[in-house]
């Protein structure tokens, strides 16, 4: 007694037989043996020879008025028919994306305040009888964007102070070694224009902080007036929070340059952007070629 195929799966190789498909190809992609393929397609076949005199074609039905089977029922239509379009009243609006769009600039206060969006969530539903989940407000800020602000940012008159310090650069090849180390990345910038002198090198001693500092000023076209730097092993001997002592050979240096080094006092700087590899005391900034203006350039040789 031969199997039969169920319904769903006997429409499919019916289909596949009216693209013209081969047995075996059918056999291969629904697992269905040739001789039952075969079957089904001597029975489509004669049932497609079935035809009567004054019969339109194989597909037409014995049916008046039925369409026929391989083609789609279309849509009733009439002449002069449009869409049916929203209804609309005059000053209405669309509704609002986000629940708390409402809320925005006091959204975007407290946050600019530090609070949390679990507090700015409870603050809203305190203050404004917010009724809408914590998720709501949390959807919503991730669409605000971000504000940057400046991170201990010096206001002083042109050519009248740098900040000077190392950070930690990307990894690099040493090519004598044959190994990838991070180097130190010094940064003299400019206090006014933020202007800056950016060198890789792979030690902070003394004689190569002495040399960046000669290379920064050919760079910039002057020697500013101050110098700042951090607690810098190469600059202080003895680093203190309030009094650090500064090395010798660098303060013999300032004096042959004609610039006064100033190591940084502790202040209440806002905190650094995350993912931030700039320097902390100026912020971010990358090597330019071209001299700065000649306003913040000292005089002196």
């Not at 990894?171 to 003299?188: E, S």
């Not at 202007?195 to 001693?205: F, I, K, L, T």
């Amino acid at each position: 007694m031969p199997n039969y195929l169920k319904m769903p799966q006997k429409q499919q190789i019916l289909a596949l037989l009216a693209l013209g498909w081969s047995y075996r190809r059918i056999e291969a992609e629904t697992g269905v043996r040739r001789e039952t393929v075969g079957r089904y397609d001597r029975q489509r076949q004669a049932n497609a020879a079935k035809t009567f005199p004054g019969s339109e074609s194989s597909s037409s039905t014995a049916v008046e008025g039925t369409p026929p089977l391989d083609t789609a029922n279309p849509a009733k239509t009439f002449a002069g028919s449009a869409p049916k379009a929203a209804t609309t009243f005059p000053g209405s609006v669309p509704p609002v994306r986000f629940a708390a769009a409402a809320y925005r600039d006091a959204i975007t206060e407290k946050l600019d305040a530090g609070l949390t969006l679990q507090r700015v969530w409870q603050d809203l539903v305190e203050e404004f009888g917010y009724g809408a989940s914590y998720e709501s407000v949390k959807r919503y800020a991730r669409t605000l964007a971000p504000r940057r602000r400046a991170v201990g940012v010096f206001h002083v008159a042109p050519g009248a102070e740098a900040q000077v310090d190392f950070f930690r650069g990307a990894p690099t090849l040493d090519a004598p070694t044959g190994q990838w180390r991070r180097p130190w990345v010094f940064r003299m910038t400019l206090g006014h224009s933020r202007h800056g002198y950016e060198e890789a090198v792979w030690d902070q001693r003394l004689e190569t902080f002495l040399r960046l500092h000669e290379r920064a000023f050919r760079d910039l076209g002057g020697v500013p007036l101050v110098v700042r730097h951090d607690n810098l092993k190469a600059a202080v001997v003895r680093a203190c929070l309030y009094d650090p002592d500064s090395h010798e050979v660098y303060l013999a240096f300032a004096a042959h340059w004609g610039f006064t080094p100033l190591p940084t006092q502790p202040r209440e700087f806002l905190p650094a952007p995350q993912g931030d590899l700039g320097p902390q005391l100026e912020g971010g900034g990358g090597t330019i070629d071209a001299p700065p203006p000649a306003a913040e350039r000292s005089q002196r040789p």
